[in-house]
T-cell receptor, first 117, second 116 residues
């Protein structure tokens, strides 16, 4: 069964500093990986995805994520955090090799990012 | 381009009452999803439609939950009767085509249900 783990419930970072939000996954094949952001009282917004190719994926709002197959990780990063980046971040995985499971997308439990002015 | 539209945004009901949520996906998106999101948790899939066909409803509590997507466009999720534990945010999402790698899901703002 596929799964995704976000080991940190909350990450605090000072404005202007680099930020990292961690995600690890478990699938039987090569994963499709996603990051979404959720602002208060809003739905999830797509940030970026990894399907294949370059391990460094660039997304919206200056975010990027690095796929590391050996460590089964897909950490979200940004070189310089903004106060407006404060939100809830969700990592998600889909296993395209899971032919019998409708290839559903499994979401992590979320990491709250707090950027301190 | 308009995003996924959901209504109502908030709903407060007494337990044992019925409730319905409505979703209109992004125009042209064949696949529609209903998710349940409890506080502090990630979304959990309830049901997925491809056009008007429910192709994955394994997580839908069928004794009280029902959904429909007539004409393969907008969709309604119903709970009857509601229980206290149903208090959560119900998210609707849509994607263009499920079977390809380009199936990024786009989410609506959700309906926050409170059952008293």
């Amino acid at each position: 069964a596929q799964s995704v783990a976000q080991p940190e419930d909350q990450v605090n970072v000072a404005e202007g500093n680099p930020l990292t939000v961690k995600c690890t996954y478990s699938v039987s094949g090569n994963p499709y990986l996603f990051w979404y952001v959720q602002y208060p009282n809003r739905g999830l917004q797509f940030l970026l995805k990894y399907i294949t190719g370059d391990n460094l994926v660039k997304g919206s709002y200056g975010f990027e994520a690095e796929f590391n197959k050996s460590q089964t990780s897909f950490h979200l990063k940004k070189p310089s955090a903004l106060v407006s980046d404060s939100a809830l971040y969700f990592c998600a995985v889909r296993d395209p090799a899971n032919l019998g499971g409708y290839q559903k997308v499994t979401f992590g439990t979320g990491t709250k990012l707090q950027v301190i002015p | 381009e308009a995003g996924v539209v959901q209504s109502p945004r908030y709903k407060i009901i007494e337990k044992k009452q019925p409730v319905a949520f409505w979703c209109n996906p992004i125009s042209g998106h064949n696949t529609l999803y209903w998710y349940l999101q409890n506080l502090g948790q990630g979304p959990e899939l309830l049901i997925r439609y491809e056009n008007e066909e429910a192709v994955d409803d394994s997580q839908l509590p069928k004794d009280r939950f029902s959904a429909e997507r007539l004409k393969g466009v907008d969709s309604t999720l119903k709970i009857q009767p509601a229980e206290l534990g149903d208090s959560a945010v119900y998210l609707c999402a849509s994607s263009l085509v499920y079977s390809t790698s380009t199936d990024t899901q786009y989410f609506g703002p959700g309906t926050r249900l409170t059952v008293l």
